[in-house]
């Protein structure tokens, strides 16, 4: 049996062991510090190295930083019937979901992919997002260089309709006319 050595998201059992932050873990951008904007960065390249996709051959990688720590990924997946493929964006939610991660497990996104420019998340997944994330979750687009563009969920998507413009069940059920 082999043991681990400690690492900075592992509690030191001795104080004097304890792991310092550095000076780079103390800045923060849009509430991340710089170790887990890069852990998602990284996340989201690995992540789009396994992404299906022979009919565009656009790869597209997102990960998911939650408010525990952990870090879930998706990649697209395409489909010889183009509107079946799912985005990147929406596996990696769906994984999130299916892990127990709900409305308020997300502490960022991060996705990246190979175009020339920056990756954005299409309408589709936008929509998806604010199904699960708050409007000031930071969503982290890269190139593939590994240079980003930060934008929140609310900038991506202004006037947003989620889950709270709906009427609650109970509401909905009392106002049916009976039959």
Known sequence: MSTAAPDSNTAASNPNDAVQPTQEDEITIHG?????LN??????????????????????GAAIL????????????????????????RVAMGNAVMKGFGML??????EREDGTGVASPCGMCR????????LDTPIFMHDKDGSYVVKTLGELLPL??????LPSRGSRLQSLPER
Request: proline share 4%; charged share 20%.
């Open 39 to 60: 852990e998602l960065t990284q996340a989201s390249l690995k992540a789009k190295e396994l992404a299906y996709c022979p009919y565009s051959l656009f790869q597209v």
């Open 32 to 36: 991340l510090r710089a170790t887990e």
């Open 127 to 134: 929509q998806f997002i604010r199904e699960f994330c708050e």
């Open 105 to 110: 497990g997300s502490k960022g996104m991060g």
């Open 160 to 165: 947003s309709f989620g889950p709270e413009a």
């Open 66 to 89: 939650t408010t525990t720590g952990e870090v879930i990924v998706g990649a697209n997946v395409e489909n010889a019937a183009y509107p079946v493929g799912t985005c990147a964006e």
